[in-house]
């Protein structure tokens, strides 16, 4: 079965950095596009950024020149390194595969506090 899982989330300070993965299974996952995607507390899941199956890159406007999506088809994981980062990226990130059906993954908490 289809099965995404995130890690790499905890607690920065403003201005740090992190780094998400999200380890794939259960599928090619060299030959689907993927995403990562947020939720505040009390806001609308939001995009964060997506690639595709042959690299290619998009990303939200509050993240732009900050987070960088990335995937290793050989370990089947994307990631997401996160840097600069501030009070309001304060999330659950998960990740996405963009293909219908589409799959989720379970989460992982971002907190950006000092």
């Known amino acids: 079965q289809v099965q995404l899982v995130e890690s790499g989330g905890g607690l920065v300070q403003p201005g740090g950095s992190l780094r998400l993965s999200c380890a794939a299974s259960?599928?090619?996952?060299?030959?689907?596009?993927m995403g990562w995607y947020r939720q505040a507390p009390g806001k609308q899941r939001e995009l964060v950024a997506t690639?595709?199956?042959?690299?290619?890159?998009f990303y939200g406007d509050s993240v732009k020149g900050r987070f960088t999506i990335s995937r290793d088809n050989a370990k089947n994981t994307v990631y997401l390194q996160m840097n600069t980062l501030k009070p309001e990226d304060t999330a659950v990130y998960y990740c996405?595969?963009?293909?219908?059906?589409?799959?989720w993954g379970q989460g992982t908490q971002v907190t950006v506090s000092s």
């Open positions: 259960g599928f090619i996952f060299s030959i689907h596009a």
């Open positions: 996405k595969r963009e293909v219908e059906p589409s799959y």
């Open positions: 690639i595709t199956s042959r690299g290619s890159t």
